[in-house]
Each structure stands twice: as C-alpha cells, then as structure tokens.
C-alpha cells in the first residue's frame, strides 16, 4: 500500500467516525435526516481542507518568516485573508456552492441520462492513460489550468467582474493567505467554471479530491511573501512567488502591451507566453491597487465591507455608471522592492503609501508605514 492509500484510509475512517459520533445525532434530532449526505461529504471535504491548508502552513510560515519579500510593522491586515481561507478551506463556501450548484448539476445530470450521453474521459481517447494514471492526472491538471488561465483573464477584463476580483489585488500584505482573499460571488462563478470543465473533460472523481489540493498548495505558494523563484529553468515550469507577485504589482510592468495585467497563469506560466501576457520582473513590487475610491480598491476594508463594496461595484459596472478606473487602477508610480534586501527599514521608503492616502503618486511611493 502506497502512503497515499494510508492517508485516504484515514481520511475515510475519520470521515465515518465524525459522522457517526458527532453529526448523525444532533441531524437526526433535529429532523434533518435528509441532510446526512450532504454532511457526509462536508466533513470529507473539510478533513481535505484541514489537511491541505496545515501542509502549506507548515511549510510557507517558517519560508514567510526566514526570507521575507517585504518585511511588516505588523501583520493585522493579513486577518482577514486568514478568515477567507478558514471559510474557504474548511468547506464553508465550497458547500455553499455545492448547495447553489446542486440542482443545476442534477438538472444536467438528469438531461444527459435520459438522453443516454456518457460524457466522454480522456481514458476513452487515450487508452493507456488507464495504466499510467500519473500521466493522466497530470493532463487533467493542464486542462483545467488552461480554463483557469481564461478565467483568470476574463476577470480582469469584464469590468463587473474586475469589481468583484479586485478585492483579492488589494491586499497590500500579500501572504500564503491571499489565495483565498475573493468575493463570494466571484468564488461561486469560479466554482462554476472550474465544476463544468471538470465535467466536460470528465474528470474521475476520484482525480478531483487531489487535483484540488494540488492546485491550492501551489496557489498558496504562489502568494507567499517569500523571496523565492524558482531559477532560470523552473520559473518557465511552474508559477512561483515572484512571478505572481508581479501579477499583483501595484504598478504594471513598464511598456507592457496588455494593459490589464501580466503573469495570469495559476499553475503553469506556458499559457502566459502563449498568449502574450508573461512578465519576468527582476524585482519584488509592492502589491496592491491604487486606493481611488472605486469598489475593492481599498487594502483596509474588513470582510463585510468588501463583500458589499464587490457587489455594489459590480451593479455600477453593469448599470454602466463609471467605475472604468479600476482596470488600470494599478497604473501608480512607486518603485519596486529591491531584490535583495532583508533591512527591515527598507518598508519605511520602499513599501507603498497607505491605502488612505491620496498622495500615491509621489515618486518615492512615499513613506507611511502602518
Ligand atoms: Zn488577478
Ligand atoms: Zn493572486
């Protein structure tokens, strides 16, 4: 048995426990017997989560801590990306948006039975793939991260989705947490998108569980505030801290021709250079967005305020009504951090200006360390 096997036992064995010894009683008594499954699936889900985001904690904190791309007064405004990834790991917006999505999947699930339509497997194309599932989990992965790169794209294009999106840039302390930083609804078309390609290319489900937990440790990776890149061969395979600290860059690449932002790619950079939009800077940015009063802008705004700002964003958007900022809302001047810095007083002239301020454009990004 490989200790893969050990890890899946487990997390089925737990499964059980938690449901028998914990949720059954309590559902059960209060009359909602019907809601066992959906639990059952909750806490796997869960114990997924658990899992997932302790690995890339134990692994990202003491990297954060060692070699830190920008280095803190203190650390307050990174609670709320722990927040988002706590309700974001541990299950609570995926099983709302299996909730959401649940009748929609049954709807289609039930046209393509009574239409007798098997949606096809990449197994059925590719027959060795049965026999080499590595091989196959791996061109699942490239599939879905082609359809994550459009959608990532799309996002900064669509001015009503820029407004929802662009409360996950405007954090200005970017950590392993960020990852999760994204308005609900922006979390439930994601869901979607990544639901129906899964689908569509029929993804085996038991493929699904893990290609998730890959993509979220390395996503965690990627917005780690570490100085790390993968070295000259490496960053052209897989998305690395520095590459997507470029795609947050509070101010665009210079002379870039995409005007709505560069480095798109989640996992691997190839759909970047594929379709023009890859940057390789030198440097470490500062991250963020111009705090211009638009929706999403502000790096200070608490949980709630940013779930209302996305939403009240994305009615302006699609009322039409201004917010055309936004998209090249990154266009400040501020430097870049320089590489290889670890002095703790370079925050005070190098980190960008409080969200607050309306002086963002001062040539020396100005110097209010909060
Ligand atoms: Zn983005
Ligand atoms: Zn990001």
Redesign the pocket.
């Known amino acids: 048995m490989n200790p893969f096997d050990g890890l899946l036992d487990t997390v089925v064995t737990l499964q059980g426990w938690l449901l028998d010894r914990v949720l059954q009683a309590p559902l059960l008594a209060l009359g909602l017997g019907s809601y066992l499954e959906m639990a059952f699936n909750g806490i796997e889900f869960f114990l997924w989560g658990v899992l997932q985001i302790g690995t890339a904690y134990l692994l990202l904190r003491p990297l954060e801590a060692l070699w830190p791309a920008e280095v803190w007064p203190d650390r307050k405004a990174v609670r709320v990306d722990v927040l988002y990834t706590f309700l974001d790991r541990l299950g609570v917006i995926p099983l709302a948006v299996f909730a959401l999505l649940a009748p929609l999947f049954l709807l289609i699930d039930g046209w393509l039975r009574l239409n007798d339509i098997i949606p096809p497997q990449l197994e059925d194309f590719f027959p060795a793939l049965e026999t080499r599932p590595l091989l196959g989990f791996l061109i699942y992965l490239a599939i879905l991260d082609f359809a994550e790169y459009w959608r990532h794209r799309l996002s900064h294009t669509a001015r009503w989705w820029w407004a929802l999106h662009a409360i996950?840039?405007s954090q200005r302390q970017?950590s392993m947490w960020?990852?999760s930083r994204n308005h609900l609804l922006d979390d439930l078309i994601s869901g979607v998108w990544f639901a129906v390609i899964a689908l569509l290319v029929g993804v085996p489900p038991g493929h699904f569980i893990g290609l998730l937990m890959v993509v979220k440790t390395i996503?965690n990776l990627?917005?780690a505030n570490v100085r790390l890149s993968f070295g000259p061969l490496g960053k052209h395979l897989l998305v690395d801290p520095r590459y997507?600290r470029w795609?947050?860059a509070l101010e665009l690449p210079a002379g870039r021709r995409y005007r709505n932002g560069s480095n798109f790619a989640i996992l691997f950079p190839l759909w970047d250079r594929l379709f023009g939009t890859q940057y390789f800077g030198a440097t470490l940015p500062p991250t963020g967005i111009a705090d211009d009063g638009s929706a999403g802008t502000s790096a200070r705004s608490g949980f709630w305020r940013q779930q209302k700002e996305g939403l009240q964003g994305l009615l302006a958007a699609l009322r039409n009504h201004g917010n055309r900022r936004t998209v090249t809302a990154h266009r400040v001047h501020s430097p870049a951090l320089p590489l290889a810095s670890h002095d703790s007083n370079a925050f005070s002239t190098h980190y960008p200006p409080s969200a607050n301020s309306r002086e963002d454009d001062g040539p020396s990004g100005s110097t209010h360390a909060r």
């Open positions: 996950h840039h970017m960020t990852d996503e990627s917005h997507h795609h947050h």
